[in-house]
């Protein structure tokens, strides 16, 4: 007989069997397991009375490969913001990684929307070649990966002040260059998505400071992490029906009997027979729900550069300006109006429900 172990849940594990439906319990918590079983592996959770099995050796492999995925996927990310525009074989050169492992990447940050092809130009080889540049949702991505280092300011008991000195002006150097590297990237990225709060950072640093670095971090941060709800339902709702479609797709072409189906339907008196081609009425509904999420992605970006120029705005209301602006800045004048044109717009059939509504109180009393 081998007796339950009782451990702490450990968070994360995929690894539980339940014995509900496999084993019956005894009433001193005894059980006979397979002989196949490796008894030294087997614990139980005393939450949900589980069995618990180490990972297997394909299962840890399996988890390492995933770590790499996500790894390269954020260094193709970084790269392309670094990059503003370029090639896969470009990314390849520059990430150190081999071309498959940058396709893929591209591909996972391109189907969540991160991504865009924005032309092709002809290669070398006199092929044409795609260029991929971050979509604006891409942009917000890489900014909630930035983290600014302020110069040190702490230093250790009887420390020489020459080590302090040294210290500071090296973290102040670094913490210069990266306001610079970030700087350089919004003015950059700004112009490629024609987005004004971005390409005009110089004379909003310039009248504000570098609080207006920090504020935008901020907002990029919050959208990140608070992702629309709405599209996200929707990426989630397409996403799951082209894997079903893909499954099926796959499924019909290992079996070839699957590819054609017959309907039976009767016109008045009399029995037609028509058949159906199932693996062209799949591929057209993939393609279909491919197109809807293009469409979907490309709305949730326009969504995004609207609402975080909403609370960009907001925020630089309320910012202490510590001198007078210098002179009037032509793009963003623009931009902001457009975008309080259209809240009034929005606000208009609102209006004429409250006025409906008040009409009809008045009238009843």
């Avoid at 210290?167 to 590297?181: F, G, I, N, P, T």
């Avoid at 998505?193 to 920090?214: S, V």
């Avoid at 935008?216 to 709800?229: E, F, G, H, K, T």
């Avoid at 799951?240 to 009997?257: G, R, S, V």
Wanted: charged share 30%.
């Amino acid at each position: 007989m081998f007796a339950f172990q009782e451990i702490k849940p450990r968070l994360g594990n995929s690894y539980c069997l339940g014995i509900a439906k496999r084993y019956q319990l005894a009433s001193d918590w005894h059980f006979t397991p397979p002989a196949e079983q490796n008894i030294n592996n087997i614990y139980i959770n005393k939450y949900g009375y589980s069995i618990c099995m180490e990972p297997t050796v394909s299962e840890k492999r399996e988890k390492k490969a995933k770590k790499t995925r996500v790894q390269n996927t954020r260094r193709v990310l970084e790269l392309l913001a670094i990059a503003i525009e370029a090639s896969k074989y470009d990314v390849k050169k520059r990430a150190d990684l081999d071309y498959p492992r940058v396709h893929d990447a591209i591909v996972t940050l391109e189907n969540k929307g991160y991504v865009r092809k924005v032309r092709e130009k002809i290669a070398q080889n006199r092929k044409p070649s795609s260029i991929y540049g971050l979509t604006f949702k891409g942009a917000l991505q890489y900014l909630s990966l930035i983290e600014l280092h302020e110069p040190e300011t702490v230093f250790w008991h009887n420390e020489p002040q020459e080590e302090i000195t040294k210290r500071y002006l090296k973290s102040k150097k670094a913490y210069e260059k990266q306001l610079e590297q970030l700087m350089e990237f919004l003015r950059l990225m700004g112009k490629a998505l024609n987005y004004p709060i971005f390409a005009e950072i110089d004379w909003l640093a310039k009248n504000y400071g570098k609080t207006i670095l920090y504020r935008i971090l901020q907002s990029a941060n919050y959208y990140v992490r608070n992702p629309l709800p709405l599209y996200k339902g929707m990426e989630r709702h397409h996403r799951l029906a082209m894997q079903e479609i893909t499954h099926d797709i796959e499924t019909m072409k290992k079996l070839p009997f699957l590819q054609e189906s017959t309907i039976f339907w009767t016109n008045g008196k009399t029995r037609v027979e028509t058949k159906v081609n199932e693996l062209a009425a799949s591929e057209r509904k993939l393609a279909e729900n491919k197109r809807l999420m293009l469409q979907i992605l490309e709305n949730e970006n326009i969504t995004l550069k609207k609402a975080f120029a909403y609370e960009f705005f907001h925020n630089l209301g309320t910012l202490y300006k510590a001198k007078k602006t210098s002179g009037r800045n032509e793009p963003l004048a623009i931009f902001a109006k457009d975008l309080l044109e259209e809240r009034r717009n929005s606000l208009v059939p609102l209006e004429k429900v409250v006025e409906m509504v008040d009409k009809e109180r008045i009238e009843n009393v």
